[in-house]
């Protein structure tokens, strides 16, 4: 069965510092892993998403990184600012069920200015 | 403006009631889903549908149930065999669930459920 790790639980950085998210899964059959931004009390917001065949997607300001064999996936944050604070998490598609997505249970950041 | 309306944003459970939680999209998708969210865990799934007029149990069925007569809607009703209801409750589609590329869920604002 697969599992979603996301460390850390929780994250608070001044405001300008560059931040990494990390997010393991135990099973590399996967079809694309996706990071999603969700503000407090409100839906899922995706980022990026990487397929299994690549190693990097870039927008703006974040990086996604891919190492499937390893299981893990980073989200690099650069230069961040108070409106990042939010709740970031990680979700892989699972080859087995179609288009079912695996949660972790999220990172929360906050952006101190 | 395309996108998933969810209503109520919040809504009352009195014991034994059954109560529903609405999700309409106008985005002409296929598929769609229900999860539940608690307190510092990620989404489950509840359950999903590919397409209209057929739906499959998610990893947390047991206690709810659905219905698909229509493309655009996807309610949840949340019965009184859900022993632990209260929780932050999200719809997504997609447009298809059948497709191994490039394919994103689009999320509702959820639905908040407490129970009185």
């Known amino acids: 069965k697969q599992e979603v790790t996301q460390i850390p639980a929780a994250l608070s950085v001044p405001e300008g510092e560059n931040l990494v998210l990390n997010c393991s899964f135990t099973?590399?059959?996967?079809?694309?892993l996706q990071w999603f931004r969700q503000d407090p009390g409100k839906g899922l917001t995706s980022l990026l998403l990487?397929?299994?065949?690549?190693r990097e997607q870039t927008s703006g300001r974040l990086n996604a990184s891919l190492d499937k064999s390893s299981g893990r996936s980073t989200l690099y944050i650069a230069a961040s600012q108070p409106g990042d604070s939010a709740t970031y998490l990680c979700?892989?598609?699972?080859?087995?069920?179609?288009?079912?997505?695996?949660f972790g249970a999220g990172t929360i950041l906050r952006v101190k200015s | 403006d395309g996108g998933i309306t969810q209503s109520p944003k919040y809504l009352f459970r009195k014991e034994g009631q059954n109560v529903t939680l609405s999700c309409e999209q106008n985005?002409?998708?296929?598929?769609m889903y229900w999860y539940r969210q608690d307190p510092g865990q990620g989404l489950r799934l509840i359950y999903y549908?590919?397409?209209?007029?057929?739906?499959q149990k998610g990893d947390i069925a047991e206690g709810y149930s659905v219905s698909r007569e229509k493309k655009e809607s996807f309610p949840l009703t949340v019965t009184s065999a859900q022993k632990n209801p209260t929780a932050f409750y999200l719809c997504?589609?997609?447009?298809?669930?059948?497709?191994?590329?490039?394919?994103?869920?689009?999320f509702g604002p959820g639905t908040r459920l407490l129970v009185l």
């Open positions: 985005l002409n998708h296929d598929a």
């Open positions: 997504a589609s997609s447009q298809s669930s059948f497709s191994a590329g490039e394919e994103t869920q689009y």
């Open positions: 979700a892989v598609r699972q080859v087995e069920y179609g288009n079912k997505l695996v």
């Open positions: 990487i397929q299994s065949s690549q």
């Open positions: 099973d590399s059959a996967i079809y694309n």
């Open positions: 549908s590919q397409i209209v007029n057929d739906f």
